[in-house]
Every structure is written in C-alpha cells, then in structure tokens.
C-alpha cells in the first residue's frame, strides 16, 4: 500500500489499488512538483477490525504459534 507512488514519466502521479470488500485504510500522500514522493498508511481495518488488535488476541488465544513450515516457496535460480 506504501508504494503507490507512479515513475517519473507516469500519466498520473500516485496510483489508487483496488482493495478487498471489507479492507479499509486511513491513507495519506505527498505530491510535490507532480511527482509522488511518499504514502503513509495508517488505520488498516478489516471489516471493521484493527489488524493488530486482531494479531495479538489471536496469539493471546492460542499461543504458543508454531512458525509454518519454511518449505512452500522453491526459489529457482
């Protein structure tokens, strides 16, 4: 979300991405001389629920949480 600033020669300087029903976040952007020079995501929600919050009552719930298993990206080359 924090890089929805366009290149240089872009035909509009800051990009809004399509989100998921449900997802909300509060943004803020800089556009200075016509170019986009930071974003700053704050707020991120889904339906109505703070993500973080959601985090740490899920691990006060069930921790301990095993890590996943490191084995489900085969990087090539």
């Not at 924090?2 to 943004?27: I, K, M, N, W």
């Amino acid at each position: 979300l924090e890089e929805q600033c366009q290149p240089d020669f872009a035909s509009r300087p800051f990009l809004h991405l399509g989100v998921s029903e449900g997802f909300t976040y509060d943004l803020a952007k800089t556009i200075d001389a016509g170019l986009c020079t930071s974003v700053s995501v704050t707020n991120v929600q889904i339906d109505g629920g703070n993500d973080l919050l959601a985090l740490v009552n899920y691990l006060g719930t069930f921790s301990p949480v095993a890590p996943p298993p490191t084995d489900r990206v085969n990087e090539i080359g």
